[in-house]
């Protein structure tokens, strides 16, 4: 697991996991989340999504299957795995593992994957896999100087091994694309135009300074103004034909459309995270065939 002091350094560098965005390559984040992490002080998040969860506590199985599969013992002491890069000091890694070869003394690093999408993926034993993956990887070498990354995924259930050899194609692209980044957005402050603003799940987690003022153009406050008055236009219309609709279904528990979709209004289990009540009800159309 990353330490404390680890994670307040991941705010001073480009991490191996920022990369991908900076790409236009991450599902998950674009440029502009990168920027508010490395730009300001933000609130430590206190929720992980289920997916990240689920990574983490599949992290160790993963490395203790590679390690037996490359009959090697893995290194994962925290304190061993962070490495800031000599040469670019804007960019450091976090580690899953790493090994020394037990003749030649070189070490190799292990990274760890959960993942249920097999497209992504190729045959066992390539660098065939996602791009942001083989970004991530390739920045680990970046930071370390190490040559090669056995990746261990587990892909829907099943342990698959991939092999990734330092690219110097790909590490400069890494290098350039990634001072660019940080020159003319972190050390400025001003955000990528390139791509959509940061998530709101990272621009709420700012600290606000007490008693501070920025300048704000009354364009972006009107466009804000007229989106809220929308949204709230479409909820009133979106309730006043869901009350009208279910007021048509009286005490059935659906409808058989002309189209030959089915409108239910059925009880659905929730998780307790979504409220309290384990049921409730939901509107939901779907074909007609569908099981």
Known sequence: MI??????????????SDIAALFNLDPFKNASDVWVSKTFETEKKDVENKSMTSGIRWEPYLIEW?????????????????????AHPIFA???????????????????????????EWGEQGTDQMPHRVNLQV?????????????????????????KVNRDERIIRAIIETGEKFWNNHVLTKVPPVDCEPAKLEFLKRIRREPETW????DELVSQWEQAKEAEAEAKKKADLA?????????????????????LTYFQQERPEHVVKASKCRVLRIRKGNEQ
């Open 66 to 86: 590679a390690g037996n599969e490359l009959c090697c013992k893995p290194i994962v002491d925290p304190d061993m795995l962070w490495f800031i890069c000599e």
């Open 138 to 162: 390739h920045t680990q070498m970046l930071c370390t100087g190490f040559n090669t990354v056995y990746v261990a995924a587990m892909i829907q259930g099943e342990e698959q091994l991939f």
């Open 93 to 119: 890694s976090n580690l899953d593992a790493f090994y020394l070869d037990p003749e030649t003394g070189n070490p190799t690093i292990i990274e760890a994957k959960k993942t249920r999408l097999w497209a």
């Open 3 to 16: 330490t404390e002091k680890q994670l307040k350094e991941r705010t001073k560098h480009l991490g191996s």
């Open 214 to 217: 920025a300048e704000v153009s």
């Open 242 to 262: 869901q009350r009208s609709l279910l007021t048509a279904l009286g005490d059935a528990e659906g409808s058989i459309l002309s189209d030959y979709r089915e």
